[in-house]
């Protein structure tokens, strides 16, 4: 029988917890938060948290029964030595965080690593430097349905044309979790371009913003993000047209419509995308979270390559970052050689 990883959580806030009272949000969601997946987990052992707010900490101690609950590492027993940490405080925390940690598996952490490209890059050197495993949660990559789209699915609908992405609440919250799926799915970046910043509600991540921008990729193609305003309604929306149908990833992930080509039906020896009568499937991201700390455990296990690694995110925050530099040069056009 295999032993069981021993998991400390640091930061026992919303993604960490809270998340999961959401009960609308149960029903589409089976795993909402790192807290139902590590209580349901077979492969790991959730026996620690640290968080400095003595109500989270109740919460805990109260509802999740773990046996060690501190408010900071100094705090947890001599002897304590995790394999797993799993990372949720807020993106300024971290960097201290990875330092003081001396557990030698694996890491999990929340996007971004850092406020600015420089605490990044130092969050990888230090996670390099212990040799670490790190898995950044970027769930997409964990959803089956997005997964038989990456390998066959993608090419029904031909070569990309154009695509369009909706996001709300910040570059560095949601629409970095959209710079990963369409790298995921079309590959390398060339070029960013920022259009322009608008103010659309507030953000969850200091410095944040909202920013129209362009993705340009290695076939010339482009994808124009843009924000929208979570205090009217929200969504984070993918859509893609390529040379031989269009796909939507729509409702945050929840759904996939696939549009065929087909006879237009106005114009005699056109075609048309017939997106009436696209088919509409359900994703698999309800377990996405399970199947990350799946990905890890058996990367552990057998000293294999994961999923959604340190040098995939920094390639995600270097893109962000040549984002707002753009903005501040006038929305200059610049080139991505990552």
Excluded at 250 to 261: A, D, M, T, V
Excluded at 288 to 309: E, K, W
Excluded at 311 to 330: C, G, H, P, T, W
Aim: with cysteine; proline share 2%.
């Amino acid at each position: 029988m295999n032993k069981k990883l021993k998991t400390l959580l640091i930061g026992f806030g919303n993604v960490a917890e809270k998340i999961g009272d959401d009960k609308m949000m149960a029903k589409f969601i089976k795993y909402q938060s790192h807290a139902q997946v590590l209580d349901a987990h077979p492969n790991f052992h959730w026996d620690a948290v640290i968080d400095n707010d003595k109500n989270r900490r109740d919460v805990a101690k109260n509802k999740w029964r773990i046996p060690i609950v501190v408010d900071s590492l100094a705090k947890l027993p001599i002897d304590y030595d995790p394999d797993v940490v799993v990372l949720t405080t807020p993106p300024d925390k971290r960097l201290d965080f990875i330092r003081k940690i001396n557990n030698k598996k694996g890491i999990i952490v929340e996007k971004p690593l850092g406020l600015s490209i420089l605490s990044s890059k130092n969050f990888e050197k230090v996670c390099k430097e212990k040799k670490h495993t790190v898995q950044v949660n970027y769930f997409r990559r964990f959803d089956s349905t997005i997964k038989s789209l990456v390998k066959n699915k993608i090419k029904k609908i031909g070569n990309l044309q154009t695509g369009f992405c909706i996001y709300g609440n910040g570059l560095r919250n949601n629409a970095i979790h959209m710079i990963d799926l369409v790298r995921l799915l079309f590959g390398k970046v060339r070029s960013i371009k920022a259009i322009s910043e608008l103010q659309t509600g507030s953000n969850s991540i200091k410095n944040d913003k909202n920013i129209i921008f362009n993705l340009e990729f290695q076939n010339g193609s482009i994808i124009t993000f843009s924000p929208i305003n979570f205090d009217f309604y929200r969504d984070i929306y993918l859509d893609i047209w390529g040379s031989k149908g269009r796909v939507e990833i729509f409702q945050e992930g929840l759904f996939i419509r696939y549009s065929k080509i087909k006879k237009h039906r106005a114009i005699s020896n056109i075609k048309e995308v017939s997106i009436d009568k696209g088919i509409i499937k359900n994703t698999q991201c309800g377990v996405s979270y399970f199947n990350l700390y799946d990905d890890l455990y058996r990367s552990l296990r057998t000293n294999s390559n994961i999923r959604s690694d340190i040098n995939n995110a920094m390639i995600n925050e270097i893109i962000v970052d040549n984002i707002f530099k753009s903005l501040s040069q006038n929305s200059k056009k610049l080139k991505v050689d990552i």
